[in-house]
């Protein structure tokens, strides 16, 4: 599925592994996934 999205970047949060371990999913899950900031941009949307 195309969604028109354009100029995708992701971030990783400074404070990740801080962010995940308060999750309590359990030891080691913030080496598995990252906390981000997700930002992209849709020609013809005004926002």
């Known amino acids: 599925m ?3 999205f ?3 970047r992701i971030q ?7 962010i995940i371990r308060s999750w ?3 030891e080691g899950v ?3 996934v990252f ?3 997700i930002k992209a941009w849709k020609p ?3 926002v």
């Open 30 to 32: 913030e080496k598995m």
């Open 24 to 26: 309590k999913f359990g």
């Open 6 to 8: 354009t100029d995708i």
């Open 12 to 18: 990783d949060k400074e404070n990740s592994d801080e």
């Open 2 to 4: 195309n969604a028109g």
């Open 44 to 46: 013809g949307s005004s």
């Open 35 to 37: 906390s981000a900031y």
